[in-house]
C-alpha cells in the first residue's frame, strides 16, 4: 500500500452483524451500504435533509435526459461488462422522487 492511502475497509465492513430481517427482497450488501454513506462522510456530503431537498428540486425531464446520456455513454463503454444491471433498474428507487 502506498504512504499515506487507507486500507480498504469492505474486508473489515462484512464482519458487522446484519440488523436487517432476512428477505429475498434485500438486494444490497450491508458492507456496500455503510460503505456508500462512510464515503460521503469522509468527502464532505450534506446531510440527508439536505440532499433530499436538493434532488426534490430537480428538473425530473432534465435529470432523466442527463442520466440517460451518462447510461448511454457508460452501457457503451468497456466497463459495461463489470456492471450490474440493477444499477439502472433501481434508479428510481435510490433517486426518491425523481422517475426516470
Request: glycine share 4%; net charge positive; hydrophobic share 45%.
Amino acid at each position: 500500500m502506498k504512504a499515506g492511502m487507507l486500507t480498504n475497509p469492505q474486508a473489515y465492513l462484512k464482519n458487522l452483524p446484519d440488523p436487517r430481517r432476512e428477505t429475498k427482497n434485500k438486494l444490497h450488501k450491508l458492507e456496500d451500504i455503510v460503505m456508500i454513506v462512510m464515503c460521503l462522510l469522509l468527502s464532505g456530503i450534506p446531510s440527508r435533509d439536505t440532499l433530499s431537498a436538493v434532488l426534490g428540486r430537480l428538473n425530473p425531464a432534465m435529470f432523466s435526459e442527463q442520466f440517460t446520456a451518462w447510461v448511454d455513454a457508460a452501457l457503451s463503454s468497456p466497463w459495461r461488462a463489470s456492471t450490474s444491471p440493477s444499477m439502472v433498474k433501481h434508479s428510481e428507487v435510490a433517486l426518491g422522487n425523481l422517475c426516470i
